[in-house]
C-alpha cells in the first residue's frame, strides 16, 4: 500500500521541479496560435462576403478557413506535447507546425495578389 503512495509521491516531486513560468509561456504560445487561428477564420468569412471583385474567391477563403482550423489543431496538438516534455523535465521538440504555417500563409498572400491582379 505504501508502494502506490510513494509513487503518487514522486509524480508530485517532478512536477514541483518544473518552473511554472515554463508552464504558463506554453499556454501563451497556445493563445497565440488560437489568436493567428481566429484571424484565418475571419479572413476566410471576409474573403466570402466582402470581395466579390475575383473569380477564385470562394476557393481561396475555402483554403484560408481549412488554415485556420488545421493551425488551431496544430496548437493545441504542440501544447499538449510540450505539457508532457515539461512534466516529464524534457525539453520539448519543436515540430514543423511553424514552417507549415509559415509556407500556407505565404501562399494565401500570393493567391491574393493573384486574385487582386487578375480582377483588375
Avoid: C, K
Avoid at 484560408?64 to 488551431?72: C, Q
Avoid at 515539461?86 to 500556407?104: H, I, N, T, W
Amino acid at each position: 500500500m505504501s508502494e502506490g503512495v510513494d509513487s503518487v509521491s514522486a509524480v508530485d516531486d517532478r512536477r514541483a521541479d518544473v518552473d511554472v513560468r515554463f508552464l504558463l509561456a506554453n499556454e501563451r504560445t497556445l493563445l497565440a496560435w488560437t489568436r493567428t487561428a481566429l484571424a484565418l477564420l475571419a479572413g476566410g468569412g471576409a474573403l466570402t462576403q466582402l470581395s466579390d471583385d475575383f473569380r477564385g474567391r470562394t476557393g481561396l477563403a475555402v483554403t484560408v478557413t481549412a488554415i485556420g482550423v488545421a493551425t488551431v489543431v496544430t496548437g493545441v496538438v504542440r501544447f499538449a506535447r510540450t505539457q508532457r516534455a515539461l512534466l516529464r523535465g524534457q525539453v520539448p521538440q519543436s515540430g514543423l507546425g511553424p514552417y507549415v504555417l509559415s509556407g500556407a500563409v505565404s501562399v494565401i498572400g500570393i493567391g491574393l495578389i493573384i486574385g487582386i491582379i487578375a480582377s483588375r
